[in-house]
């Protein structure tokens, strides 16, 4: 059986590869009764060559599909080979990966075979096997088949810690486009189902703390970035949508690599859209962690995000009249507004300033990147001396200073401000 | 006041001891080191510290209740480093700890707080990549085998961890550099220490394999090898990942390598 499994793993764990989440957080599943695993540690067990996390054991049950999505390399009409590993396969698997401690868990989607909830049976099955054979504790994220029936997608809930369904086309016009057999609303209804039991369930651990886990970690969904020319304006306000209406944990943006000839699409060879992707995430951490609404990151005047500079900074260089922030009086918010400044440096120079007033030389050693923060903020012993000058000319200077750092070549990826 | 270079036994009971007689003999320590690194003769400016665990709980004591339990961590982390500044570094903390009148533990801009920070951050990084990077292998006894080299002695610091996660399986990690590992028999966990003239290497445990370990490390290289997006590569980041150092105990990489 050796080498028929070491088959199926490549062609399955392949066709998995361009589902970029491997989040194995959000989740604080304790260990009980002597059992295996916990969640909770989010742990990167390794890295892959192009620099994402391996955190899960990512794969499909099958690639088999019915269906003929343009942009997916399991469409029914690509000539690949095809594989389907049996529900214990999918589980002797995760155990002995797990106990190696290769991995924190198990992210498992499929092709659509025969139908929707004929699929979704089997993954929920392989969840359940996990959970009540083997008392295992570790994460579990299920793709939810689109159109799948509500009391199987409840029941994946039970055992999974997080589910998700991929919008992946942004917009409507594209989705109707490359999947035409697709429709959004198949999509929305599951998504919609679990948003309302996510809430319910919390509600009800409020009163009684035996309510049974349902998928603790929550639901996620993933964008593909630039198989359709969709503007980033219309990718965040998507993902704006999603995060609100939906309380979706965590929206993932995939940039599209092209796998196929079809004329609808990118060609092969076209470079993966990587430094864009990037600046998407950073917007999504601005909406997510620094207060900022989508309308400051993009709108009608700039629907596109710079991509030699971040967004952080291009909203900054737009808003010069929100500026000098005090460091040594201003709020946490208005700190974290300064680019520059991190989430941890505003932390710390909250802390710190309690003690006595800071200065330049503080800020340098609490981590602070002084060459982009000094044209926005006032502190000890530092005037603004360029508060009157032009945004253009600041940014010149900020990207002369930090050349390496800011200007994008080619797949490099970038860091978060 | 009396100015000497100090030296004591290497153990954190051994430095909490220092920090107690610094206050009790009014010392202003100029270095601080283990007795090991130590010339012959004594000089008149230095001078030994022996071990006293009361000393060393009152210290302990104090430090929680300055700084609570967090603050007291950092100290011990900070040593766990094993850097060469680390010792004097906590002698030095501490003691500003104990002069102060608040709980000065997030005064970022004093310069020692400051070092320390950066030291735990680091410790903290080596702690986290241990819980990442620690592969075990099956023996055909059922024994999880797993050897490690971090850069600092962050072993007790990832006991919790696994036994929390591995509670039904009997598992051993082996520091090799430090020649120390923790068993865990299914019950609880023991340090066990090897002599100087054992080997631990991944040559004597091939023997030992599971008849399917072969099989799972084969399968997990594999698995390694399909999720990677060739059109993405960035080996920059890549190695800022997984720097080359680790490479040799990670089965995706050159594992089996003779250590
Ligand atoms: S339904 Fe899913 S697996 Fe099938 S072709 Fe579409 S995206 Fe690919």
Not at chain 2, 79 to 98: G, I, K, N, Q
Request: charged share 25%.
């Amino acid at each position: 059986m050796g080498e028929r499994i070491k088959e199926k793993l490549e062609i399955l764990a392949d066709a998995a590869k361009y589902d970029v989440s491997c989040s194995s957080s959000g989740s604080n599943r304790k260990n009980k009764e002597k059992g295996l695993g916990n969640t909770g540690a989010g742990i990167c067990h390794t890295y892959t060559e192009d620099g994402r996390c391996v955190s899960l054991l990512k794969i499909l049950l099958t690639n088999h599909c019915i269906y003929d999505c343009a942009y997916c390399v399991s469409r029914k009409s690509n000539d690949i080979k095809r594989a389907a590993f049996t529900v214990q396969e999918v589980v002797d698997l995760t155990i002995n990966f797990y106990r190696r401690n290769y991995i924190e868990g198990l992210f498992l989607s499929s092709g659509i075979f025969k139908n929707a909830d004929y699929t979704m049976e089997r993954l929920v099955l392989i969840a359940k096997k996990l959970r009540q054979e083997h008392n295992f504790n570790g994460y579990i994220h299920l793709k939810t088949i689109p159109a799948a029936s509500p009391e199987l997608i409840h029941e994946a809930g039970l055992y999974a810690d997080r589910l998700s369904i991929n919008l992946e086309i942004p917009t409507d016009s594209g989705l109707k486009l490359l999947a035409p057999e697709k429709n959004r609303e198949d999509m929305i209804q599951p998504m919609t189902y679990l948003k309302d039991q996510l809430i319910k369930t919390k509600e009800e651990k409020k009163i009684f703390k035996s309510t049974p886990h349902f998928a603790p970690a929550g639901q996620s969904t993933q964008l593909i970035i630039g198989a359709t020319g969709e503007t980033d304006k219309q990718i965040i306000t998507a993902a704006n949508y999603f995060y609100r209406k939906f309380n979706m944990k965590r929206v993932y943006y995939s940039g599209y690599v092209p796998i196929s000839y079809d004329s609808r699409l990118p060609a092969i060879g076209t470079e993966v859209p990587t430094a864009r992707e990037n600046r998407l995430y950073q917007s999504d951490w601005l909406m997510r962690f620094y207060g900022f609404q989508a309308n400051e990151i993009v709108n009608d005047t700039h629907p596109l995000l710079d991509l030699d500079i971040d967004p952080k900074l291009s909203w900054a260089l737009r808003n010069m009249d929100r500026f000098p922030i005090d460091i040594n009086k201003d709020d946490y918010q208005l700190i974290l507004r300064v680019p520059g400044i991190g989430v941890g440096s505003a932390q710390k120079i909250i802390a710190a300033r309690r003690f006595g007033p800071l200065n330049l030389d503080h800020l340098k050693k609490i981590g602070v990147a002084i060459n982009r923060a000094k044209y926005f903020i006032v502190c000890k012993g530092f005037m603004q001396i360029y508060a009157d000058k032009r945004s253009d000319i600041i940014k010149s200077y900020i990207l002369h200073s930090s050349k390496s750092k800011y200007l994008v070549t080619g797949n490099q990826q970038l860091q978060l401000f | 006041m009396q100015h000497v270079d100090l030296y004591y036994d290497g153990s954190w009971a051994g430095l909490l001891t220092t920090i107690f007689e610094i206050f009790e003999f009014k010392i202003v320590p100029l270095s601080l080191r283990s007795t090991g690194e130590r010339q012959q003769g004594m000089f008149q400016t230095e001078r030994e510290v022996f071990t006293q665990q009361d000393k060393a709980d009152r210290v302990m004591h104090g430090l929680i209740a300055k700084v609570g339990k967090k603050g007291y961590a950092e100290l011990w982390h900070t040593y766990l480093s094993e850097l060469p500044e680390a010792a004097l570094l906590v002698v030095r903390v501490a003691t500003y700890y104990f002069h102060e009148e608040k709980n000065v533990r997030l005064n970022f801009a004093q310069d020692h707080i400051l070092q320390m920070k950066k030291i735990v951050k680091s410790v903290s990084r080596e702690r986290h990549r241990m819980k990442a990077f620690t592969r075990f292998q099956l023996l055909a006894d059922g024994l999880y085998v797993a050897l490690i080299e971090p850069d600092f002695n962050v072993l007790p610091l990832v006991q919790q961890h696994f036994q929390d996660r591995y509670a039904d399986q009997r598992w051993l990690i082996f520091d090799v550099k430090r020649r120390y590992g923790l068993l865990y028999d299914g019950q609880s966990t023991s340090e066990v220490t090897m002599d100087h003239t054992a080997t631990m290497a991944h040559a004597t445990l091939i023997d030992l394999h599971d008849a399917q370990e072969e099989l799972y490390a084969d399968l997990w290289k594999r698995y390694f090898k399909s999720v990677n997006i060739k059109e993405r590569r960035n080996m920059k980041l890549h190695l800022q990942h997984v720097p080359r150092r680790y490479w040799r105990y990670l089965h995706e990489k050159s594992f089996g390598m003779e250590i």
